[in-house]
Structures are given as structure tokens and as C-alpha cells.
């Protein structure tokens, strides 16, 4: 688990003073023995609803290898959050700069070509296998009728990459051909979803506009929560309690600001669209855990492209660097510097 991750984690789980639950999934991660040990019965309600002592979705695998069946998580309602998990994903693709490997296929080296990314959508591939996979067709197989699912693109993996209108072929003329039809799964389950990555989809009774004011309280009482480094969740969330946690008294307190706020947020919210149930907080919590993954990654494309540049001048040598200057401060007209004393050595 990375250090984000479990940052994320300690915001969205409750300090839990009973012990959890017995379970026998794998997947599991309670607290330790020792920290039972140490903490006190609580006589108060804790939330019953946690989807991570099923399964840890930001645990689950990204290589198409290392993935379980769809059918292998038990319950639809687990496997739906799977699904959406992997999409909001995209699918698998190694970084730029990954070196697909060569094998002689008819005594001619293949392999796989990244110009298929452009074309099919649903494209991934496998760097532990040299594989390629269908992300919708994997989501779905279980759950369509046809041949389609015994497709190498669903089982274990394409690699005939002398072969590339196999892609084609995959995705098939008819709209209904397995991978159509589990695409028009995928499109169905995101319409459907409730999660905030996909928050404007979401048409219920409730208008937009007053949809977008919840969720945006939301997300600004979490900004604020992940700013400081505190906990999300409280003992008792319940209404009667005094003290609901952080993330919804600090909720509560921001709509209380704006009189057209406090009646969309604490008065006319239905009960099943509040925005401030642990799946959307942990749903915000993990938007900005990945904006700041994705931050990290683009400063550090940057220092790599800086110190190539760095490395250019140093090879292209001194004589080359003055000429780019002086030729510079002609185009506009800037004194040139005798720059003779500072050569190096
Ligand atoms: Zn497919």
C-alpha cells in the first residue's frame, strides 16, 4: 500500500474502539490485536457500512495478470463498485518510455505496437504476460451470453502481433457483439453510478443545480479536512449525536453560512442524496489522492526533461551555449556580456 493510500485510509475509517468483525476474506485489514488491546469498548453506535473490510479498492490489481475474475468477488453490488473502480481507471497501459519486448514471429521480430492505443479505447495490455486485454470485456465476461467471452482478448491475452486486425475482429461488426454489448454495460453502469467521479451524469428527482451545491460542500469540507490532516469520521454520525465527526459537523457548519445553502444541504436533501455518506467521502478523498499522484508525476517528467536539457547544453559546450545567447540578446536587442571570464576550465 503506498504512503497516500494509507494516509487516505486512516482519514476515512472511524477510530474504531470495538473490535472489527470476524471475516475469513483475504483482503481484510483490520486493525491489530495490540490496538484493540489498547483502546476501550465504545458503547455508541459504529458505522456498519465499510467496504474496505471486503475488499480494498485501491488494492486492486492493475495488471490484467494479476486480476481475479469479476464473478470471483462475491455480491453484485461489490462487483458493481469494481467495475466502476476499474473505469474510473481507464485501462492498463505500461508509462511512455516502457520497452515492449521483440519475439521472432515467422522469422520476422514483432511486437506490440502503441499505435493501437489510438484507435481501440478499450485496449490494455499486460506487462507481466505481453498481453494484450479488453478492459470492458474483462468487466463484463461473466455476465453476457456468448463466445465473445472465450475471446484471447478476454482470457488470457492476445500476442499475435503480426495479427492486428484481430483487434478489429474483437470488437466485431454487429452492435451486439460481446464487446459492444459489455462496452453498452460499462456506459449503462457509469449513467447509474452515484459516485462523484461521474456526479454530473447523475440526473434524479433532485435538480442539477441543487445536486452540484451538496456535492460541492462536500467536497469543500474534505478540502479542508485532507488540508489539515484530520479525521473524516466520528463515532456517532447519527443526527441525534453532538458530535458527527469532523466531516459532517464542518459540513454543517458551511451550509449554515448561506441561507440558500443551509435549506439544500440541511433541510431539502432526500435522504439517499445527502453527498456526505463515507462512499462519497471516500470517493473526494481519492480524487485528490490521485490529482496529487498525477502532480508528482508531471513535476518529476519535468526535472527529467530539465536535467536532459542541462546535459545538452554541457555536451553541446561553451562555444555553442554563448553563440545561442549572443544571438539571442540580438533578437532583442540586449547588450551582449564578455562572457570570456567566466569559461570554464
Ligand atoms: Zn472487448
Known amino acids: 500500500m503506498s504512503g497516500s493510500q494509507k494516509l487516505m485510509k486512516r482519514f476515512l475509517n472511524p477510530k474504531r474502539k470495538s473490535p472489527p468483525p470476524a ?15 489498547s483502546t476501550r469498548p465504545c458503547p455508541l453506535p459504529v458505522p456498519t457500512i465499510r467496504r474496505e473490510s471486503t475488499v480494498n479498492l485501491n488494492e486492486l490489481p492493475y495488471d490484467p495478470a494479476d486480476r481475479k475474475r469479476i464473478s470471483e468477488y462475491i455480491g453484485p453490488k461489490l462487483q458493481d463498485e469494481i467495475r466502476r473502480k476499474y473505469l474510473v481507471r481507464d485501462p492498463y497501459r505500461p508509462q511512455r518510455g516502457f520497452k515492449y519486448p521483440q519475439r521472432s ?25 505481453d498481453a494484450a486485454f479488453c478492459l470492458y470485456c474483462y468487466l463484463f465476461r461473466d455476465h453476457i451470453e456468448g463466445q465473445g467471452g472465450n475471446d484471447a482478448f478476454v482470457v488470457d491475452g492476445f500476442d499475435c502481433w503480426n495479427k492486428g486486425c484481430r483487434l478489429k475482429d474483437h470488437v466485431g461488426k454487429s452492435p451486439n457483439s460481446f464487446h459492444n454489448t459489455a462496452v453498452k454495460r460499462c456506459n449503462d453502469l457509469l449513467k447509474h453510478d452515484q459516485s462523484v467521479v461521474v456526479a ?30 484530520l479525521a473524516f469520521r466520528g463515532h456517532d454520525e447519527s443526527k441525534e449525536s453532538k458530535n458527527r465527526g469532523n ?9 449554515d453560512q448561506n441561507e440558500n445553502t443551509k435549506r439544500i444541504v440541511l433541510i431539502d436533501a432526500p435522504r439517499n442524496n445527502q453527498m456526505v455518506a463515507p462512499e462519497i467521502q471516500r470517493d473526494i478523498a481519492e480524487c485528490y489522492a490521485e490529482r496529487r499522484d498525477k502532480d508528482i508525476l508531471e513535476a518529476m517528467l519535468e526535472v527529467k526533461l530539465l536535467k536532459r536539457k542541462f546535459q545538452q547544453i554541457r555536451d553541446d559546450g561553451w562555444d555553442s551555449l554563448l553563440d545561442k545567447t549572443y544571438s539571442f540578446c540580438e533578437q532583442y536587442g540586449i547588450p551582449k556580456l564578455d562572457m570570456e571570464e567566466h569559461r570554464p576550465a
Do not use: C
Open 23 to 37: 471475516t475469513n476474506d483475504p483482503d481484510h485489514e483490520g486493525p491489530s490485536n495490540s490496538t484493540i488491546r
Open 105 to 129: 514471429i515467422g522469422n520476422i521480430q514483432r511486437r506490440f505496437s502503441t499505435k493501437w492505443y489510438d484507435k481501440y479505447d478499450w485496449l490494455e495490455y499486460s506487462e507481466k504476460k
Open 200 to 229: 454530473l451524469d447523475k440526473q434524479s428527482k433532485v435538480t442539477h443545480e441543487e445536486y452540484m451545491i451538496r456535492l460541492n460542500n462536500s467536497i469543500s469540507a474534505a478540502r479542508y479536512l485532507l488540508h489539515q490532516g
Open 247 to 255: 466531516f459532517r459537523q464542518l459540513g454543517d457548519l458551511l451550509a
